[in-house]
């Protein structure tokens, strides 16, 4: 049986693909309002989960094959179990838990972390430096499964490409284009591009999520600091963090506000012994 929720998402859905489609018959159109109605609906469209996981997942999969190219993995399976299991932690409390998540360490300068479609997540060995207790990092890892909850970057890429093309582009059997794409995507750093909502939405998501983890989500907004101080001191390092995740007052405001309007609960988590033994030994 479907929610009355699922049921006017469903119609929401169809509404949105049938304007869609009636605006494809217009192409060529040249009213400049069929234009701006266009952009808007495309923008509402942007907003809507149109790709099934496993669309997603070989979007996921052809964008790490080549990504994985220009990155150094870190492989030593303590710091990796580590990762894999906290992030896991959070997975079965995020609100997107039917699809596998992998989580993978990143040797690469920079505090960096981020997510690619399909469930695969990225921690920067200097992301974990940078953390000074577990909870600051789960809060990242948390925001970071929010992109993957919101479909954020499936949006972003059916703005640019529309839904269309980008859906023939999956479903194509000769995987040459979505290649193609998956370059271009790369090159132009697209995925990682989000709205100011999006970060809005996986900011909410990330700290609910460490929250119903048992994790103190007070590390969200401690990490906020963390960011500010580091900033100051070695900026270079946060650049290109930043440069995806810029932090307007506007949003430790916000976490702020989540975070005293969840109710009390006990035994939350802030840090760990394993958490710091991680730390010693990636120094
Ligand atoms: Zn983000």
């Known amino acids: 049986m479907r929610t009355m929720l699922e049921k006017k998402k469903l119609l929401y ?8 489609f009636m605006l494809s018959l217009c192409t060529g159109c040249s009213l400049n309002t069929l234009g701006n109605v266009g952009n808007t609906l495309i923008e509402a469209a942007s907003d809507v989960n149109i790709f099934t996981d496993a669309e997603e997942l070989q979007f996921g999969q052809a964008f790490v094959a080549q990504h994985e190219q220009q990155i150094k993995l870190y492989t030593d399976p303590v710091v990796t179990n580590y990762i894999n299991e906290l ?17 993978k360490v990143v040797d690469t300068k920079g505090v960096n972390a981020y997510a690619v479609p399909g469930g695969f997540i990225y ?12 909870s600051e990092l789960a809060a990242v890892i948390g925001h970071e499964i929010g992109h993957i909850v ?25 995987d040459s284009i979505l290649k193609k794409v998956v370059a271009e995507v790369l090159a132009a750093g697209l995925l990682f591009r989000y709205s100011r909502d999006h ?17 103190n989500p007070e590390g969200a907004a401690v990490f906020f600091e963390t960011l500010r101080a580091m900033r100051g001191r070695e900026p ?7 440069s ?4 307007p007052s506007e949003r430790v405001l916000n976490v702020r506000k ?26």
């Open 13 to 20: 859905k169809l509404f949105t693909f049938f304007l869609l």
């Open 87 to 103: 992030g896991q932690s959070l997975v079965r409390h995020s609100k997107r838990k039917n699809i596998r998540y992998t989580f």
């Open 123 to 134: 921690v920067h060995l200097d992301l974990i430096r940078a953390s000074k207790t577990e």
């Open 150 to 174: 919101g479909q954020h970057s499936m949006k972003r890429l059916t703005q640019v490409y529309g839904i269309e093309i980008l859906k023939q582009l999956i479903l194509d059997e000769d």
């Open 199 to 215: 970060e809005r939405e996986s900011d909410f998501y990330g700290v609910q999520n460490v929250y119903d983890a048992g994790i």
């Open 236 to 242: 270079s390092s946060l650049e290109k963090f930043l």
């Open 244 to 247: 995806t995740h810029p932090v």
């Open 258 to 283: 989540q975070i005293s309007g969840l109710p009390p609960k006990s035994g939350l988590r802030t840090d760990s012994s394993r958490f710091q033994q991680i730390k010693r030994r990636i120094q």
